[in-house]
């Protein structure tokens, strides 16, 4: 059963169980500027705070007395079955981790924690909740009640076993494995991912072409957003050799939709690699004041790839849905040809104006520009 509230309340909280008060009050501290934290100190306290808020993700030590990390794992989903569920656990175990899986869990990390990984972890699971927290929203309210059935049915079905997959994956990583089985299970994990990410562009284009619903706004910090999606990207293309330029006095709180801004970046940024796998790629990130309380945010990724064709770029083909250019050799790069158009439609929606400026074989800049609000008192 999940608790029915207001997206916008549900966003950027999360809950930190632990027994003990050292690891809790040390992971408050990684998450505390980005998060809404809450910490219970068992099972019992977790559940209670569960049942009367709304928590997108929480982290859980699988040692704990009276009621342990899985049996809390099992009664928060009972909550929330949309919950994201971290495990951390100092030992592995076979036996625990298939049941954690068993119950849905989403993450399943070893002690002493990594803070880059577990920053990651959470990151991805607020994405997976807030996907599917849009997705449920949109079809409640616009789509044909059998569509509907049929898209929540599909993310729920596909997501779920490789959210297993991907947990023992992690788990498997933090074992002792020779460079062979380690470079094998690196790509399992990428085409776990790639899996998953393609499954969830079909399902975010049917969103956003069968309804137009907003998705919450959240408060954010757009360059820790920045650094998440770089450091994700980094993980799985190593040779991608990405260069940031920031803009100095960023605002540290901006207030928009956080979770289409970071599908667009992310998807502008997972093509600049793909099409580009050894070249040199650009971000840079600029603002102005529009008044007091509204900012602008303008973002460059440029690559030096193999750019578009002039043609493509006059008629706007790259922006159609399930369009690839038959020029060059594209279908060799893999995809769906849906993410451009569904960033185009998050831009729309957002406000914001997408451009793509591109020489043929010498690569591409697309810009992103949109404003954002400045919370009161926040910077
Ligand atoms: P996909 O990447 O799945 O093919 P997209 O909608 O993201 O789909 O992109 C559509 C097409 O636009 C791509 O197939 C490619 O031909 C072209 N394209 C997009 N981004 C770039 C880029 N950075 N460099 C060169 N071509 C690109």
Redesign the pocket.
């Known amino acids: 059963m999940k608790n029915t509230m207001n997206t916008s309340e549900i966003d950027k909280r999360l809950l930190i169980v632990d027994d003990e008060i050292g690891p809790r009050k040390s992971l408050n501290v990684i998450f505390k500027d980005e998060y809404e934290v809450f910490e219970a100190a068992g099972g019992a306290e977790a559940i209670s705070l569960a049942s009367k808020k709304n928590f997108p993700v929480a982290i859980v030590d699988i040692c704990m007395p009276e009621i342990n990390g899985i049996d809390t794992l099992r009664e928060l989903k009972k909550i929330n079955s949309n919950m994201e569920v971290v495990i951390l656990t100092a030992y592995e175990s076979l036996d625990t981790a298939m049941s954690a899986i068993k119950y849905g869990v989403s993450g399943y990390l070893k002690k002493p924690i990594d803070i880059e990984k577990i920053r990651n972890v959470v990151s991805s699971c607020l994405d997976r909740y807030s996907f599917l927290d849009n997705l449920e929203n949109s079809v409640r309210t616009n789509i044909e009640s059998a569509q509907r059935d049929f898209l929540h049915m599909l993310s729920h079905e596909l997501n779920t076993p490789m959210n297993g997959i991907v947990g023992f994956i992690e788990l498997l990583q933090d074992t002792d494995l020779d460079e062979d089985q380690r470079f094998a299970l690196n790509s399992i994990k990428e085409c776990s991912y790639r899996w998953l990410d393609t499954i969830n562009d079909i399902l975010d284009y049917s969103r956003l072409a069968y309804a137009n619903v907003s998705t919450a706004k959240s408060i954010f910090n757009p360059h820790t957003l920045l650094i998440n999606i770089i450091s994700r990207k980094k993980e799985f293309n190593p040779d991608s050799n990405i260069k940031l330029i920031l803009q100095p006095n960023f605002p540290n709180t901006i207030l928009g939709y956080e979770y289409d801004l970071k599908s667009v970046l992310d ?2 940024l ?3 690699i ?3 796998p050894k070249g040199n790629i650009l971000i840079s990130f600029m603002y102005r004041f529009i008044s007091e309380k509204k900012i602008k945010l303008k973002f460059d990724i440029t ?1 030096s ?4 064709p002039p043609d ?1 770029l006059m008629r706007n083909n ?2 159609k849905p399930f ?3 038959e020029s ?1 050799n ?1 279908r060799s ?9 569904i ?1 185009d439609r998050l831009c729309r929606k957002m406000g914001a104006n997408l451009k793509v400026e ?1 020489v043929a074989n010498k ?2 800049c ?1 810009s992103v520009s949109v404003n954002f609000e400045l919370p009161e008192n926040l910077n």
């Open positions: 998807k502008l997972a093509n600049a793909k099409f580009n690559d790839g193999t750019g578009i493509d790259i922006f369009y690839q250019m060059g594209t790069y893999g995809g769906l040809g849906l993410g451009l158009a960033c591109s690569g591409c697309f």
